[in-house]
């Protein structure tokens, strides 16, 4: 119980004096996982209008693949990317394994199905609303897509949010994919992991306070937006 207390005591000292350490573990956390969701956003929010709005054969089954996606292992995506980026795999010649940017690639796979998946459910049923309109001012497809994306933005917004909390905590594949290397690629989750096995429970408690803020940050965030409280539904 002591050694808690110590820890934590610690902990807090780091916080309020701005340890390097832990500034510079944050900072790269934001920068892969804010990178990592801008880019996952941009891919995932026209393929959820595009389901949403376009009517093909196999639509129902992309659907379903792309729900069943979103429980896609983490440390699989890892495996998968690093093979892809190995010396050995095709992509080994940008000799880009073990920096931020296969963290990124990780991360970006990672969080397209649940950011594609949470828009598709609004956007649907935008859609519903909006289909008979839509269709009777004779606008092309892309202007559907347009115009449900804006419409839709709060919602959209919250699916973003929604990927964004799955990226910051994720450790098992960017473990494998950035190697947790001091001041290269180490981030608030995997510094917690080695801090935690080295004994140094200051630094991991710090960090993991950190974690959790940012955590609950992004569930208020989503809470506000979703404005659940003030429609009475939690």
């Known amino acids: 119980m002591g050694d808690l207390w110590a820890g934590l005591t610690e902990a807090f000292r780091l916080l309020v004096t701005l340890d390097r350490d832990l500034v510079e573990i944050t900072l790269r956390s934001l920068q892969v996982t804010l990178s990592a969701l801008v880019i996952g956003s941009a891919?995932?929010?026209?393929?959820?209008?595009?389901?949403a709005v376009r009517r093909f054969r196999f639509r129902r089954g992309v659907i379903a693949v792309l729900n069943a996606l979103m429980?896609?292992?983490?440390?699989?995506v890892g495996l998968v990317v690093y093979v892809l980026l190995s010396r050995s795999g095709p992509l080994g010649v940008l000799g880009l394994l073990f920096t931020p940017t296969a963290m990124i690639i990780a991360q970006v796979i990672i969080i397209v199905p649940l950011i594609a998946s949470v828009a598709h459910q609004s956007l649907r049923d935008l859609w519903s609303e909006y289909h008979d309109l839509l269709i009777s001012m004779n606008v092309t497809q892309s202007q559907k897509i347009r115009t449900l994306l804006w419409d839709a933005r709060r919602a959209l917004l919250t699916a973003s949010l929604a990927g964004f909390g799955r990226a910051i905590g994720e450790v098992g594949a960017i473990m494998i994919v950035g190697g947790?290397?001091?001041?290269?690629?180490?981030?608030?989750?995997?510094?917690?992991?080695?801090?935690?096995?080295?004994g140094d429970f200051a630094l991991a408690l710090g960090l993991g306070i950190i974690l959790i803020g940012l955590a609950i940050t992004v569930n208020l965030a989503i809470h506000w937006l979703s404005r659940t409280e003030a429609e009475g539904r939690w």
């Not at 608030?188 to 080295?198: F, N």
């Open 71 to 76: 429980g896609l292992p983490p440390v699989v």
């Open 180 to 198: 947790n290397i001091d001041h290269a690629t180490r981030v608030l989750t995997t510094a917690i992991a080695l801090e935690t096995g080295k």
């Open 43 to 51: 891919i995932a929010l026209p393929v959820a209008a595009m389901l």
